[in-house]
């Protein structure tokens, strides 16, 4: 379509709007503003429409949610009506310890009216998980204008290059997890690191010392946070770290990673951490960690996180995590 019209302008022999136009080529198809998203990661993907169909306003906004995009929830946008569609998903996913299968799988924003003249962005929060880095997952996109039907579903096969695609579905090109969702599950080669992390004060309350103690700053989007510490039991029975509590957060959950075919997954420790008489256990990234959830302010580096630790036999003791970079340093 946009080819026509460059052919028009051409014959017209209009030099200046053909290059503004071939600049805008790359944006003139239905695509994602961040074009990569990190596996395992909760993100915006954010659909830019930079025009409608031939000239007439689009009226509506039909995604396909691909399989490995889940938990997605669409953001309402003034003036259109949304609709969401709900299915059943190939695989079974874990959202912090629950088993989900289905979720939803199409979204469409209706009834708007979207000038030609203007550009607009629509944005879908969702998790990717479960693929392989290197995959460009596809959403296939349907523009309606009234009558006018745009499909942008043209997916490149393997290798292929979608430039040469007239109407190529928006791709997120999936890359390996270092910076994940809320930071904790970044590569497990970090044994040394928070050796190296300015540690918060140490804590002592009976037989137990908690040191090292510190989070990790959150990055745009991210709903959750992840926090850090180390506790000594220099004692000679054994206890238990059984929950954990911030005014910052809504709810503070204990979580393992756990690597399962490759794939990094958290699981929430229901009963805790045990703490045995005479151990050191390490809540690390990449490990055992805090998962900060409802946080009321995102967690931003030079900031401090209160918290108050329960044990079974400590009782319970208030610690405060120094907020590092979103890596943790
Ligand atoms: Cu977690």
Request: aromatic fraction near 6%; charged fraction near 25%.
């Amino acid at each position: 379509m946009k080819t026509i019209e460059t052919q028009t302008i051409k014959t017209l022999g209009l030099a200046a709007l053909l290059s503004a136009c071939v600049a805008a080529g790359a944006e003139a198809h239905v695509s994602f503003l961040d074009k990569e998203a990190t596996q395992e990661s909760t993100i915006l993907a954010t659909l830019q429409v930079p025009h409608g169909c031939d000239g007439k306003a689009t009226t509506e906004v039909r995604v396909k949610l691909p399989e490995g995009f889940v938990f997605a929830k669409p953001q309402p946008k003034a003036g259109w009506e949304l609709e969401v569609i709900k299915g059943d998903y190939q695989k079974t996913y874990d959202n912090h310890g629950d088993k989900v299968k289905t979720g939803a799988v199409e979204v469409r924003w209706k009834n708007g009216d979207l000038s030609d003249d203007f550009y607009d962005t629509f944005v879908i929060q969702g998790r990717v998980s479960g693929v392989e880095a290197g995959t460009a997952l596809a959403f296939p996109v349907t523009q309606m204008c009234g009558e006018a039907v745009e499909a942008w579903d043209q997916v490149a096969k393997d290798g292929g290059d979608s430039h040469s695609l007239k109407s190529p579905a928006p791709i997120l090109k999936v890359v390996a997890g270092e910076d994940h969702d809320h930071g904790d599950m970044a590569s497990m080669d970090m044994t040394g690191m928070s050796a190296a992390a300015p540690a918060g004060e140490a804590v002592k309350a009976g037989d137990l010392e908690i040191s090292g103690a510190f989070a990790k700053a959150m990055l745009p989007g991210q709903p959750v946070g992840g926090g850090f510490f180390t506790v000594k039991n220099d004692g000679k029975t054994d206890d238990r770290l059984l929950s954990v509590s911030s005014p910052v957060a809504g709810e503070v959950q204990i979580h393992e990673m756990v690597t399962k075919d490759n794939v990094m997954r958290m699981r929430q420790l229901k009963d805790g951490i045990a703490i045995a008489a005479g151990e050191t256990v390490k809540l690390e990234p990449g490990n055992l960690h805090l998962m900060f959830q409802k946080v009321k302010t995102p967690f931003k580096q030079g900031d401090t996180v209160p918290v108050t630790l329960t044990f079974e036999k400590a009782g319970k003791i208030d610690l405060v995590l120094q907020v590092l970079s979103a890596q943790g340093k």
